[in-house]
């Protein structure tokens, strides 16, 4: 059922918190992954099991599959509602597998031809650090884990790190071999963000040094016109449901990208990533 509908939603079980659903993790998918070459910050609540991104709650946090601007990244998701908000909040869901159908073909097989491209920068100013990201503050170790993941990297003036990876924007998923739509150009562009924050660092930093943008795979800028039609085939793939106490959120996540919803009132999910792929 997951492989066929993305996502499933266990509701009405008593679960016994965080232990609890680690131990459901475990039992479904082994052990869970450590949350490595972060993008966003989390908080970790025990073990592998973290909050999830900790950004305001006035901000939308735009549909993506996880880690698919890495190597290799988890093939399941698992969320636990520990506290509903009071208003909207919800993990809204969009399948991958009808977004690549939606997209204009000419622009599918340019970035099947071109790929695509993250480029990040870690200055200290903004956003999570170098030093979160990969875990360490050792420049060798970091040089090291990206000549082994496909990242080139070039520190910069006053410590600051800049890192690129190019990627491909169309995979097939191991269960089924269905093409999805599977990657962080949309997510990480700079158009993605809302009108203030996007404003707000374009007058902070060039375009070459903002904390993440994309681009195609050689280089070349995504045209806003080709943005604006990712982001509206995202919408219109998108499905939610309001989180209930205990329920739990199974992904499968080369199939379904998740999002945030706005809120209101406290908010409590927990994740937990399982199943590396490639293994």
């Excluded at 079980?13 to 972060?38: C, H, K, N, Q, W």
């Excluded at 695509?116 to 920068?121: D, L, S």
């Excluded at 790190?161 to 990480?188: C, S, Y």
Aim: net charge negative; hydrophobic share 40%; with cysteine.
């Amino acid at each position: 059922a997951l492989v066929q509908h993305g996502a499933i939603l266990l509701r009405g079980f008593d679960i016994g918190g965080v232990d609890g659903f680690d131990a459901v993790v475990r039992s479904l998918s082994g052990a869970p992954l450590e949350y490595t070459e972060r993008s966003s910050p989390r908080s970790t609540i025990k073990g592998q099991v973290y909050t999830s991104t900790d950004y305001p709650p006035s901000e939308e946090i735009f549909l993506h599959n996880e880690n698919s601007y890495q190597q290799a990244w988890p093939l399941k998701l698992y969320f636990h509602c520990l506290q509903p908000p009071a208003t909207q909040g919800a993990t809204p869901l969009a399948d991958i597998r009808q977004v690549l159908r939606m997209i204009d073909p000419a622009v599918v097989e340019e970035f099947r031809a071109r790929k695509w491209m993250v480029v990040r920068n870690f200055n200290g100013m903004f956003g999570v650090s170098w030093q979160q990201v990969f875990g360490t503050d050792d420049r060798a170790a970091v040089e090291r884990y990206c000549a082994d993941h496909g990242i080139s990297c070039e520190w910069r003036p006053g410590g600051s790190l800049r890192t690129r990876a190019v990627r491909d924007a169309i995979h097939r998923h191991p269960v089924t071999g269905t093409e999805v739509w599977f990657n962080h150009a949309t997510f990480f562009h700079v158009s993605t963000l809302t009108p203030e924050v996007r404003d707000g660092l374009l007058d902070l930093f060039d375009p070459q040094d903002l904390p993440s943008n994309t681009y195609f795979g050689d280089g070349g800028e995504i045209p806003a016109d080709v943005m604006d039609h990712l982001r509206a085939c995202y919408r219109a793939a998108w499905v939610r449901f309001d989180w209930q106490f205990d329920d739990v959120l199974v992904v499968d996540n080369m199939t379904a990208a998740h999002a945030r919803e706005p809120y209101t009132g406290a908010r409590t999910i927990a994740v937990a990533m399982a199943e590396p792929y490639p293994a």
